[in-house]
């Protein structure tokens, strides 16, 4: 881990996401504790870290997601150097839908 985000107030955050029980718990509780901006950009991150594990291009990915070249060199760059959370993730979840990568 880069920076040293543990802390009581993040273990306090991430025991309430666990709490959730669905997608219909997730919107709720997502749309009070962010802007529709950063649950937007959250996703759009954890799509275009998808399409890269998928082998598409950064034109194919920016074109589909509208994320910068920026954003796309940082999300692949966690996916090669980070902590593996993406992968983790990714083993549990069923392959992205070809409509949406």
Same mark, same amino acid.
């Given at each position: 881990?880069?920076?040293?985000?543990?802390?009581?107030?993040?273990?306090?955050?991430?025991?309430? %996401? !666990?709490? =959730?029980?669905?997608?219909? /718990?997730?919107?709720?509780?997502?749309?009070?504790?962010? $802007?529709?901006? *950063? %649950? !937007?950009? =959250?996703?759009?991150?954890? /799509?275009?870290?998808?399409?890269?594990?998928?082998?598409? $291009?950064?034109? *194919? %990915?920016?074109?589909?997601?509208?994320?910068?070249?920026?954003?796309?060199?940082?999300?692949?760059?966690?996916?090669?150097?980070?902590?593996?959370?993406?992968?983790?993730?990714?083993?549990?979840?069923?392959?992205?839908?070809?409509?949406?990568?």
């Amino acid at each position: 881990m880069g920076k040293n985000i543990k802390s009581p107030s993040v273990d306090y955050l991430f025991q309430a %996401i !666990l709490s =959730l029980k669905d997608l219909d /718990e997730c919107y709720t509780f997502f749309e009070d504790v962010c $802007t529709i901006n *950063e %649950i !937007l950009l =959250l996703s759009q991150r954890f /799509e275009v870290a998808a399409m890269l594990r998928a082998h598409k $291009t950064y034109l *194919e %990915i920016a074109e589909k997601t509208g994320a910068s070249t920026a954003t796309i060199s940082r999300v692949n760059r966690s996916l090669n150097y980070g902590n593996d959370g993406y992968d983790m993730v990714f083993e549990r979840l069923p392959e992205l839908p070809q409509e949406e990568a």
